[in-house]
């Protein structure tokens, strides 16, 4: 008799689960569950939060809106309501580097990021990164923060959810918003990456 292997995560099983049952019980259909899906990777998706890192990089009167009051400064650009009723803009810059995690559960801006990688929701990532972030980040990640840069973590809530505004890479003076939006990833959002180099993007 061959032994099961069970192929989901712990969450990932209670989420099957649940699914299941709200299906049996007609609350909900799988075209539903795919039409919100699908919402949140094609159409929201991390590209809401890089236009708004861009215009940060670009404007620097809405850059210090976003510091001081970023729910205001992106429900401005069209993101907000649930899950970002209330959302707070940190900066990275040379002397300081910013990541996010949420230790209770996964609270996510999902209206700006989409929806959450896997390894944000793991109780491993969730766990270590609040003991060693800087060993998180170069073990996982292939993030290296030296040890001269400040590193915070920041533990997001249903009450307050982060969003990093990554470095502005050098080498883009006279870029367009647009044209930054591409060096803007969900990851260096979170903090687990830095934006990518001009050369990085992909034409």
Request: aromatic share 10%; proline share 6%.
């Amino acid at each position: 008799m061959s032994e099961h292997v069970n192929k989901y995560t712990e969450y990932e099983a209670r989420t099957k689960a649940i699914e299941t049952l709200l299906y049996e019980r007609g609350l909900i259909t799988p075209a539903a569950v795919d039409r919100v899906v699908s919402y949140y990777e094609n159409d929201v998706g991390p590209m809401g939060g890089a236009k708004i890192v861009a215009k940060a990089w670009t404007d620097p009167e809405y850059a210090d809106w976003l510091k001081r009051d970023a729910t205001a400064a992106m429900a401005d650009m069209g993101y907000a309501g649930e899950q970002a009723h209330e959302i707070e803009a940190v900066f990275n810059d040379s002397s300081t580097h910013h990541v996010v995690v949420c230790t209770l559960c996964s609270c996510y801006p999902w209206p700006i990021l989409g929806l959450p990688p896997a390894w944000y929701k793991s109780m491993e990532y969730r766990s270590r990164v609040v003991v060693d972030p800087r060993g998180v980040l170069k073990r996982d990640f292939s993030l290296d923060v030296p040890d001269d840069v400040d590193l915070k973590v920041w533990d997001s809530s249903s009450e307050r959810r982060y969003v990093v505004v990554p470095e502005r890479p050098e080498g883009t003076e006279g870029w367009s918003a647009e044209e930054l939006t591409k060096l803007v990833s969900r990851d260096s959002m979170i903090g687990v990456a830095h934006a990518l180099k001009p050369e990085e993007v992909v034409a």
